[in-house]
């Protein structure tokens, strides 16, 4: 008799918990994103003129046209549905042949010189492969080729870069970061780039 009462006991509170944390707690969570946080409850969505979703503020996308900004190299290739890192261990060699390759290949589309540092961002991937930002110093050092790609001025690119670059979390957490979509964005509205050159 006293197993049979604690067995519906058990049975009520798992009832119990699974409607109040599996039902109403995801409801309300829901509810109060949709009234308080509508645009980052539907995804940080990014649209055009024509009001055609482009892309998240919240994941990152591939650009590697040298009239843009580049994002932070991906282990995935951008891809939502496999997202993550590489997985190697600090002492692969296959991800120091990896990091040797994109060290170069940053320097050379940013013409620095071989003793000029690279920032880890440049050629890191993150964790979830999906990083939508990139360091102001990443940013920096990319400004002189997107101005000559635009055929712009280094100070007004750099400026844009500062505009759109977000201080660390409650400024202290992390590192000032750039968002590389809405960065060029707006690259693409104040210095289209022109068809033939």
Known sequence: MKI???LILSLKITFLLTLLLGGLYPLAVFIVGKIFFPYQSEGSLIK??????IGSALIGQKFDSPWYFHSRPSASDYDGLSSGGSNLAPSSLALIDTLRERTLRYRKENALSPTTPVPSDAVCASASGLDPHISFENGLLQVPRVAHERKADPKS???LLRKHTEAP???ILGER???????NLELDKRYPKKIGY
Do not use: P
């Not at 055009?48 to 979703?53: I, L, P, R, S, Y």
């Not at 970061?177 to 960065?183: A, G, T």
């Open 157 to 159: 690119i750099e400026e």
């Open 48 to 53: 055009d003129a024509t009001g055609n979703v």
């Open 169 to 171: 979390t409650w400024g």
């Open 4 to 6: 049979f009462s604690l």
């Open 177 to 183: 970061v750039v968002n590389v979509l809405l960065l």
